[in-house]
Structure formats: C-alpha cells, structure tokens
C-alpha cells in the first residue's frame, strides 16, 4: 500500500508487460455507493487522453473485488513534497512553476477541450501527481 483516499486503498502493483502501475481497490463490494463511485471514475477517466493526466489502464468489478489500474507516477503526489518532504528535498521555484502549468493544462483539457466537459472538484496537492 503507498496512499489512500476516501474511496480506496491505493497500491503499486506490475502487471504482465512489466509495467508498473498504481491499483486502487475501492473500499467495499457490493455498496450502491461504491459502484457509483467505480462507474463515475471509470465513465470519467475511461474518456480522457491528455498528457497532463494519469491514464487508466483497466478495471476489475467482481463481487469480490473492485478496482481501477491507473499509470503510476513514481515521484508520488504534490502534497508529499511540499508538505512532507525535507528541507533538503524542496521543490524549486521553476519545478513549481512548470508544475502549476501543467495542471492548469489539465483542468483546461477537462473543463474545455475534452468532449464530455468534465468538472474536477477536488484539485488539491495531493491529487496531483508527479512523474
């Protein structure tokens, strides 16, 4: 396990081509709630193909299990390295920078370009990830 959100447990995972990937299991099996959550995440991100955000590989949805496979950002997420991180290990001003513009390019690509508009509405450093 490397992270957990409101819905899940996210882990790092291989699969078969040697890739590794970041596996969410979503907390739950047959809850309404959950399934709303694993259709809107699939129906969402199944939709999106822009550099500035993580892909989705594939899905399980079995009575046992549920669970999204998204690319994995070796580097974690924003808030680990603005809050978490030492000293030593912060973040420059021009990272930050290209940072900031990348994920402005992203909520443009869901809010504008993407051809079902999408509203994000939980942006916040820890969902932003880092390659």
């Known amino acids: 396990m490397f992270g957990a959100g409101g819905f899940g447990i996210v882990y790092k995972a291989i699969i078969s081509d040697n890739k590794v990937v970041a596996v969410k299991v979503l907390n739950g099996t047959s809850n309404k709630r959950i399934e709303k959550q694993f259709m809107a995440e699939v129906s969402t991100m199944g939709k999106t193909h822009h550099f500035n955000l993580v892909r989705l590989y594939g899905f399980c949805f079995e009575s046992s299990l549920i669970a999204l496979v998204y690319e994995y950002m070796a580097n974690g997420s924003l808030d680990n ?3 978490k991180a030492n000293k030593g290990d912060m973040i420059g001003f021009d990272k930050l920078y290209e ?3 990348g994920t402005a390019r992203g909520i443009t690509y869901l809010h504008e370009e993407c051809a079902q508009r999408i509203v994000h509405y939980d942006i916040k450093p820890g969902n932003i990830f880092l390659d």
């Open 99 to 101: 940072i900031a513009v």
């Open 81 to 83: 390295h603005l809050f």
